[in-house]
Each structure stands twice: as C-alpha cells, then as structure tokens.
C-alpha cells in the first residue's frame, strides 16, 4: 500500500489492511509505503496513521522519501494497494475502502482475499479513495482527499 | 359536539384543552428541534474536522472541503428553521420547513460521511424526531426531499449518497421503501397519539366540567359547608358559611372550628371530631357557633372524614345550617303551645265558673257544647242542651227577630247587645242578653248568654228615673223662670219707691233705713239675674252674637266703670300691659264684658283696703288673647280651687260681710265656654289670686275693610242709594260705615234702636236696610215684621246681618221676608256682592219688575 502519512482518508485503508492481514492469516505479507516529501524532516512522517500500520501484524512500513518507489509503482493517491503474486505478477490493483475513509466490507478487499486464496476475480482493479501524494506532476494542483 | 375541524369532543373545553397542548407540543417539539438543529451543525463541523479536516497532496494541504461544507451549508440549513422557530414557534409552516431543514442535514451528513450507511440513520431518527410533533403531515415534506435527494444524487453523485461510485436504481427505491416503510408506523403512531390526545382532552375537559360543577356546588350551596384540615384548621368554606358567620375566607383560614364554636359547645365537638376520625362515617349534632358580630347561632352541623383510597383521612367535610329561626320559632311555639295550655285551662276555669252561659251552636242552631251556667239561666243541665235547637228556647214572640239575627251574624260575622226572652225548664221567662261571633270556617257560633232580667229591670226604674229627674228639672227651670219674673214684678216697687223715697230729702235715720231697702233690692236683683243666666245657659236658650272685640276698649271700658266701687273701698285699680288697638277677639261683646266686670268686682270686693287690682292682656302664641286680673287679696287655698265654679259656693265667704250670690264665677264660666273660651286661676293663700280668660284671636274689622279696598269693592255700581242700618254694636257700626266711606253714591243712615229704625226708614225710604237681630228695645224680627206690615216700608230690601248661623234662624228670617242673610263676621267682599245684587234687584223692582231670586248667603 502506498499511503500519505496524513491523509484522513487512508486511515480507513489502514485499517481494511488490518482486516485482510488478519483474515489471510499469514499468506500475506504487506509493505506500506509512507512517501515523505524530500523538504521535510524525517519526523513529519511519525503520524498515528503510521503508527498503526506499523502495529499490523505481517506488515512492514517504509519510508519513501520523495515518492520515489510510489512513482515507479505508479501510485498518486493514497491508500493504493498492489497485490504481488510471489512470482512478481500483479494480482489486484486499487483501493480496499467502498468510499472515502469508508471502512467496512468492499470490492477490493473481497478481491485480494479472493486472490489469496486462489479464487478467480472477476475484476482486479477497484477505485482508490485518498489525498494526492506527493506527485511532483501534480505540486500546482489544488490537494483534494479524494479519488 | 363536532368541531370545526369536524372532530367530536365533549364540549368546547374539551377541543380548547386538545388545541392547547398540541400547540405546546409543536411549541416544544420547535425548541427541540432548534436545539437539534445546532447540535446537528456542530456535530457535523466535529464529524468533518474528525474524518478529514484537511486534505493533502503531498507535503501540501488545506482544510477539506466538506469541512467547510459542514460549516456553511451546514449554517444554511439550519439558520432558516432557528430564525422561524423564534418568530413562529408552533406555526405549521415552522415545523415543516423544520422537516424540509432536518432532511437536508441528513442529506448533508449522510455527504460529509461519504455515505455511510450509519448517517443513513440520521434520516430514520430524524422522522422519528419529526413525529415528536404528532403531526403526519409534516411527515410529507421529509418524505419528499430525503426521496428527491436520493434520487438525484443516487443518480448524478451515487458517491455522495452511498459511497459508491455507481449505484443501482433498486438502491434509492429500497432506501426510498425504508422511508416510508418508516412513515406508516410514524403516521399511524401519531394518528393513535392525536386520538389520545382527544381523549385526554375530553376526560379532562369532563374531569374540569365535573370539578367546576363540584366547586359550584360547594360554593352555591344554600347551607354553609366547609373542608377542614386533619390539624383542625379551615382550608375552604363556602359563601353560605361565610355570611352566615359574617367572616371573610381570610379570617377563616388558620381558625379551627373550636374557635367559633360557643363555650357550651366545646367538649361535644371535640368528642365528635374524635368519633369520626376514629371510625364513625358521618355526625350530626345540632351546636351554637359565635359570629364575627358575636352574635349566638344555632346550627345543625353535619360532618364526616373524607378518606383516600387506602382508608387515611384526608380531611373533615362539615356542612352547618342556620337553624336560628327554627330554634326561635320551635321556642315560640313552645310558649305559644304553653299560652294556649294556660288559655285553655283558663278558659275552662272560666267555663267552670262563669256565671254566663258559654256555648257553641251548629250552623242549624243546635247545641253542640254548653258549660254549667246553664243551669241557672234555663234550669237545663249541660247533657239536656247538648243537641238541642236553642230556638226551644225562645219565647215564641222573639223567635222570628231571633232567627232574624241568626241570619244576620252569617253575614256580619258577630252580634252583640241583643236580647231575647227566653223560657226556663220551669216555665219562668227570662231576659237573655247575647253575643255571638259565627265561624265560617268551623261552621260553629260561639255564644255568650246573660240573665239581664235583673239589669232590664234596673235600666227601666233608671229611665223613668231621669225622666222624672228631667220633668223635674224642667219644671225647676220654669219655676226659675217664673219666679224670676215674679219677684222682678215687686222689686220693681220695692227699688223705685226706695228711690223715691231717697229723693224726699228723708232725715238720716230714714236715710239709712232707705239705704238699706235699696241695697237689698239691688241685691236682689242682681241674685235674680245672675239666677235667670245660668236657667239660660243650662237651658240651652242663652244667645250670642260673636263678632270681633277690640280688646283693649273692653278692658277700658270695664275698668271706667268700677273705679267708682274700687274707690268706694279703698283699692287701687289700674291697668297693666295692655294689647294694641288692633287686637280682636272672637266673642259677645255684652257678654266678655260682663264676664270682666264679675273678675274685677270679685277682685275688688275681695281685697282689703289699700290693696290693688290689675288688669292686663297678652297675646298667645297659640292664637288666643289672654285678660288677667290680678289681685294683692288673700289667695286661695288649693283645696277650694275645684269648688270655686260652683254655683252658690262662696267658699266660707258667706260667713264673712263680703256680699255676693255666688254665681258670678260659675256664670263667667258657662259664658267662656259658651263663647268657645277658658277660664281659670293662678293663686295660692296670702299670694293673691291671678284670674284669666282666654278667646280666640279675630281679624281687626279694620283690616278687613283695607284688604277689601283692593277687591271686589272697585266693581261697585255709580247708582246713588240709601241704606239704613240698624245695629246697636258700635264696632259693628263703624266697620260697616268704614266700609262704605269709599262709595260717594251711598248715603248711610244708622239706627242703634229697633223703634228708631222703623221711624228712619218711614223717613227716609232706604233702597236697602241692614238688622241686626239682637236690638235693645225690639228683637231684629219684629222690625223685619212690623217693616212688613207698612205700605212705605214693604218692598224695602231687607238684609239680615247676625251672629245666629243656625239653619232655624235663618229659614225663619228669609220666610218672614228678609232679602239675605248674612253672618257675622262679616265677609266684605261677599257683603258688597250682596248689597250691589239687593239694591240692584230692588231698583228694578220698583220700575215694576219682578225682582230677581235673591241667595241665601251664610
């Protein structure tokens, strides 16, 4: 998952990810990717959302400083999650909430819990609902917490 | 009864009770919501600032949109609703546009969650909260923006409403039946909520009705009536039991019933305040309160405990009413009831004892009770009455004016003084004097029968009694009469040849014994005289001839005359306060002189030498003139006053040389009252004696000729005429002289003497003669007669001027030829009508017509 450490909305996107690590039951591991624009310090990322990611069991948090990695995956908003087979194939690509910081059950997460357990997805790709991250492309534009 | 909105209540309370508090409820339910609405705002600023007060893109950000849309739009919504709520509490169209209001913060909130389901709930609550004001129709325009709402943004912005990005129509429509799923129950809780209400409405309305009813029945009650607490205190009474103890609610309250209770009364009221707190139901004693005014009322009071549904006192109900008036009147019957004991045993007493006989007839007249007296008026015993006609008992000759009056007291009701004879059981007859009174009602006379055989018999002997005392009286009178005559006759001789005899120039001695003879004669003379008066008076035959009187040339002229004896003894006689010229008495004036004359001759002869006499007058303020003559003489002894009018009683005077008949104060007497006057006497022994008269007061003739002057007397003829008078009266003389000074066209010529008159009017052949009656020498009707018989004087209008108003006297004078009459005082005005229509008829009369009919004038 690549998330904004501040963004609202991915608190519910965190806390769906809690939800499918605990129901894949260890056939998951997850890497959340907190971007860090390259101008602040190195505590501007320490937020409670990123305190609770890191207590999730089965998931790893890191820094991105500068939204390097979250640019190559091609991630502009936050609470985007891509799901890798351990083959390095992508397997799901999109947000895990209904709505805006919407928790409860979704699209995506029956989808990357389907994936997990080897069922077939009809659909692979959901929409994502967060703040902009930090896109140098998109730095005049106005931020929005929003798809 | 139906109302206007075609709801049926009970009455008119009833559906005001119902508008009422639906009005508080849509009042209440208004703040409710006012306060909602701003909690609603501030918890939607809060949700947003929680979910996303900012949004980042990047290392940039700015606070979310919806915060700001929580505040402002969030503002919007609810700013209309709070500023209706303030100016329009309870008006329908607040509360609906509190509906339309509330839906669209659902809609809001429902937005800022990005739809989540759980704001989805904001919309059920907000119905429910809606509902709160019992009111479906407000249902309808929630209903209507929460469906629109859903529709638009379910189809434009599915996202805003659901939280997805595309949503199934079926979504809306399964929101859309939620909603009204929502609204059946809502309606139909608030039509049940609206028709209890109703009921509560129309119970409480009855509960009120039956309330009022209570306390108008406890105010209005025409006894006194009041609720009093367990600590024996007054908590209310009624307007009865406040008049009735003349104190007012305020004063009332805080006392205790003992407080008005009379003394007496304490302990019984306290023991049935006892009792009745302790298990009997109810008590009734009759006691006596004290008023304000302290007066003592008798009042029957009434009370019981009034107990809550688990059996614990609540208070005392005491209902009292005045039974003063039945306690007056049961008092009153009570001593009537023992006066009619008494009367009736007095009554029986009387029956028992009654020497008359006492008895109850039916309407035929037959006997129904009879006491004992019976026995010795009819020799009948009671038994042998009882039933029996008492017309058995009457003489047969009285019993047809006996029935008569046993008709007649069915119509007067009573009958007295009636006397019938009657038949004893032993044949004898006795006089029976009755009386009765019929009973319509009881159909019943009741009878009283008296022997008046005894008292007939005794009025009988007295009847013939007077007559014969009359007879005898009468031929005293005329004995009188005669003898006065009689003795008139010789002393005639006795007195002129004494006189005579005095004239021959006799020696001493003779002179003396002449002396004598005259004096005795004189004497005499004056007894004989003063005897013929009182025959006179007693006899009814005394004449008057009232007139007014100058008063004080009376009391002169008496005085004039007994100066000379005053000197002859010695007593000095003088006048004192004397009335003015103009002061008149109603009298005869020969007689108030003589009257006079006596009181002055008495006072004179009655006080010794060197004493005084004194005559005065005064003015009454009851309209008498008072004469007194005062005297410095030896007074009277009280014990002799009541004798003093006595005929013949001199009072020890006869032993003394004092001469007199005594018969001057009882002729002064009979004169006065004769004149309608008084007499009497102030003295006292050693003090002198102060004797009076009094008469009436009179108009001045005077007086009457100037009130005249502006009368009828301008009205006078221009003809010239002669009148002749003929009265002896010189007061009489100058007032009709004075009263003819202003008529140059009359010559009046005056007569003091019968025989002069008939020779002045032969004379001077007068168009009219006024006569006097009471003449010197000749009686008035005698002139008119003699003026009668002579061709010259014949048709000479006669009118009568007398003091005799007597009807006799005056038929008698007209008969015999006299023109008019007049009485005496004369009434001016009416005196020159009647000379103008006498002398006016007369002249005409002598041209040879028939005179006109001439009024009686009295």
């Not at chain 2, 009878?447 to 007295?462: G, M, N, P, S, Y």
């Not at chain 2, 001695?509 to 004669?521: D, F």
């Not at chain 2, 009376?554 to 010229?581: C, I, N, Q, Y």
């Amino acid at each position: 998952m690549v998330a904004h450490p501040r963004c609202p909305c991915t608190r519910a996107s965190i806390g769906e990810l809690a939800r499918i690590m605990a129901r894949a039951k260890g056939k998951l591991s997850a890497v959340v990717l907190f971007v860090r624009p390259e101008s602040v310090d190195c505590s501007w990322n320490e937020t409670d959302l990123w305190r609770s990611a890191r207590q999730i069991p089965g998931v790893t948090t890191v820094v991105d400083a500068g939204g390097v990695a979250a640019k190559k995956l091609g991630a502009e908003t936050s609470g985007h999650v891509l799901l890798f087979a351990p083959d390095g194939r992508l397997l799901f690509n999109g947000g895990i909430t209904e709505s805006r910081g919407h928790a409860g059950g979704n699209l995506g997460e029956n989808t990357i819990l389907s994936l997990v357990t080897g069922e077939t997805v009809q659909r692979n790709q959901t929409p994502v609902f967060g703040c902009a991250l930090a896109n140098p492309e998109r730095a005049g534009q106005r931020p929005k917490c929003a798809r | 009864m139906k109302t206007a909105t075609g709801h049926e209540f009970s009455n008119p309370r009833a559906d005001e009770l119902f508008q009422y508090h639906r009005q508080q409820i849509f009042v209440r339910t208004d703040r409710l919501f006012a306060r909602l609405m701003i909690v609603q705002w501030v918890a939607g600023i809060a949700a947003a600032l929680f979910i996303a007060p900012r949004t980042w893109s990047g290392q940039a950000s700015h606070v979310h949109m919806h915060v700001w849309g929580a505040i402002f739009i969030g503002a919007a919504i609810s700013a209309f609703p709070l500023w209706m709520i303030r100016t329009a509490p309870g008006a329908a169209v607040t509360r609906h546009v509190i509906a339309v209001a509330q839906m669209l913060m659902s809609a809001l909130l429902i937005d800022l969650t990005g739809g989540r389901i759980e704001t989805h709930f904001h919309v059920f609550g907000s119905l429910v909260i809606l509902s709160f004001y019992r009111d479906w129709k407000v249902l309808i325009p929630a209903t209507v923006v929460v469906g629109l709402d859903h529709f638009l943004r379910g189809v434009y912005w599915p996202y805003s409403v659901y939280g997805v990005l595309t949503a199934s129509p079926w979504r809306s429509i399964e929101h859309a039946g939620w909603v009204v799923f929502e609204d059946v129950f809502l309606v139909i809780s608030c039509l049940r909520s609206v028709r209890e209400m109703r009921s509560i409405a129309n119970r409480t309305a009855a509960l009120e009705a039956a309330e009022q009813n209570s306390r108008q029945i406890f105010e209005d009650a025409p006894i006194g009536m009041a609720v009093v607490g367990l600590d024996e205190r007054f908590q209310r009474t009624n307007a009865a039991f406040r008049d009735m103890l003349g104190y007012s609610e305020e004063e009332l309250t805080g006392r205790t019933p003992l407080d008005i209770t009379y003394a007496d009364d304490l302990e019984i009221s306290r023991q049935l305040a006892e009792q009745m707190l302790h298990g009997t139901a109810r008590s009734s004693i009759e006691k006596r309160y004290v008023s304000k005014a302290g007066q003592v009322l008798w009042a029957t009071r009434s009370g019981c405990v009034i107990r809550d549904g688990s059996g614990n006192p609540q208070h005392f109900l005491i209902m009292v009413e005045d039974i003063s008036d039945r306690r007056a009147a049961e008092e009153a019957l009570r001593q009537s009831k023992h006066e009619l004991e008494s009367a009736l045993k007095a009554n029986q007493l009387i029956m028992d004892n009654s020497l008359d006989v006492i008895c109850t007839l039916d309407a035929e007249g037959r006997f129904v009770t009879v006491n004992a007296a019976c026995m010795s008026l009819w020799s009948y015993m009671p038994e042998e009455l009882i039933g029996r006609a008492s017309i058995e008992l009457v003489h047969p000759d009285d019993r047809a004016r006996t029935e008569e009056a046993a008709h007649n007291i069915r119509l007067s009701g009573h009958l007295t003084d009636f006397v019938n004879r009657c038949i004893r059981k032993d044949g004898a007859i006795v006089d029976v004097l009755w009386a009765a009174t019929w009973s319509e009602a009881d159909q019943t006379h009741f009878c009283v029968a008296h022997d008046v055989t005894e008292r007939a018999r005794i009025e009988k002997a007295l009847r013939e009694a007077k007559e014969e005392a009359d007879r005898a009286n009468h031929a005293k009178i005329e004995f009188l009469s005669r003898m006065s005559h009689e003795l008139r006759t010789p002393l005639n001789a006795i007195l002129g040849f004494g006189q005579l005899l005095e004239r021959q120039s006799p020696n001493a001695m003779q002179r003396t014994r002449v002396g004598h003879i005259i004096s005795a004669g004189r004497h005499l003379l004056d007894l004989i005289n003063e005897v013929l008066d009182i025959s006179r008076i007693e006899a009814g035959r005394l004449q008057l001839s009232l007139e007014p009187v100058p008063v004080a040339d009376t009391m002169t002229e008496v005085v004039d005359l007994m100066r000379p004896l005053a000197a002859e003894r010695a007593t000095k006689l003088s006048t004192g306060a004397m009335p003015d010229k103009s002061t008149h008495v109603m009298a005869d004036r020969q007689k108030f002189k003589q009257v006079l004359l006596n009181l002055l001759t008495n006072a004179v002869k009655y006080t010794p030498s060197g004493g005084s006499v004194t005559i005065s007058a005064e003015r009454r303020a009851d309209g008498h003139v008072r004469v007194i003559v005062s005297d410095t003489g030896p007074g009277i002894a009280p014990d002799k006053i009541a004798r003093l009018f006595t005929p013949f009683e001199r009072l020890g005077a006869e032993r003394s040389t004092v001469e007199g008949t005594g018969l001057g104060l009882a002729l002064s007497q009979r004169l006065m009252h004769a004149m309608k006057g008084t007499i009497g006497v102030d003295t006292a022994p050693d003090c002198g004696s102060r004797f009076w008269v009094e008469l009436p007061c009179a108009q001045s003739p005077l007086d009457q000729i100037t009130s005249s002057r502006n009368g009828d007397h301008a009205a006078l003829s221009n003809d010239t005429r002669t009148i002749l008078y003929v009265e002896d009266n010189l007061s009489n003389l100058t007032l009709i002289e004075q009263l003819l000074a202003d008529q140059p066209q009359t010559t009046l010529i005056t007569a003091m003497q019968g025989r002069m008159a008939l020779d002045l009017a032969r004379q001077h052949k007068p168009d009219l003669i006024l006569l006097d009656l009471h003449l010197p020498d000749l009686p008035g009707w005698d002139v008119l007669a003699e003026l009668q018989k002579h061709d010259a004087t014949r048709h000479t209008p006669v009118v009568i001027i007398s003091a005799d108003a007597t009807s006799r006297q005056i038929k008698r004078l007209l008969e015999a030829g006299a023109h008019a009459y007049l009485t005496k005082p004369i009434d001016v005005p009416e005196f020159f009508r009647v000379i103008d229509n006498v002398a006016g008829s007369h002249g005409v009369a002598t041209n040879g017509a028939t005179p006109n009919p001439i009024p009686v004038l009295t």
